[in-house]
C-alpha cells in the first residue's frame, strides 16, 4: 500500500508558476506509474499528467502540454507537477495519484486505474 499526500497549491495570478510535489508513504515507490489529475466543482475529475515507473515516459492533457512538467525523485518518494504560464481555467483541485503496474513505460490516463489517491490541493488562478 502507499499513501499520498500533496502540497504546493496556492493563489496565483494567471501567467504564473506554481510547483505542486506529492510525497508517499509505504515501500517500492518505484513499482508506481504516478498522475496528476484535477477536478473543478461542477466537473469531472481529469488526466492531467502522468509518469511511468522508471520516469523515462511522460504524458499530458492537451490542454496542459508545453505548460506543465511532471517528474519524479524515488529516492525521495516524490513526483512533482511544474504548472507555468497557468490560466484561470486551470484553477481545481489538483489530486496526485499512484497505480502499481509491472510495465515500466506505461502510463495510466484514466481515474479508474489507480488505486491510490491524495486528499488533494487547491489551485486558484486569478485572471
Known amino acids: 500500500q502507499v499513501q499520498l499526500h500533496e502540497s504546493g497549491g496556492g493563489l496565483v495570478q494567471a501567467g504564473g508558476s506554481l510547483k505542486l510535489s506529492c510525497v508517499a508513504s509505504?515501500?517500492?515507490?518505484?513499482?508506481?506509474?504516478m498522475g496528476w489529475f484535477r477536478q473543478a466543482p461542477g466537473t469531472d475529475r481529469e488526466f492531467v499528467a502522468g509518469i511511468s515507473r522508471s520516469g523515462g515516459s511522460t504524458d499530458y492533457a492537451d490542454s496542459v502540454k508545453g505548460r506543465f512538467a511532471i517528474s519524479r525523485d524515488d529516492a525521495k518518494n516524490m513526483v512533482f507537477l511544474q504548472m507555468n504560464s497557468l490560466k484561470p481555467e486551470d484553477t481545481a483541485n489538483y489530486y496526485c495519484?499512484?497505480?502499481?503496474?509491472?510495465?515500466?513505460?506505461?502510463?495510466?490516463?484514466?481515474?479508474?486505474?489507480?488505486?491510490?489517491w491524495g486528499q488533494g490541493t487547491h489551485v486558484t488562478v486569478s485572471s
Open positions: 509505504g515501500r517500492a515507490f518505484s513499482d508506481y506509474a
Open positions: 495519484a499512484a497505480d502499481r503496474v509491472i510495465s515500466s513505460t506505461v502510463i495510466p490516463a484514466i481515474h479508474a486505474a489507480y488505486g491510490y
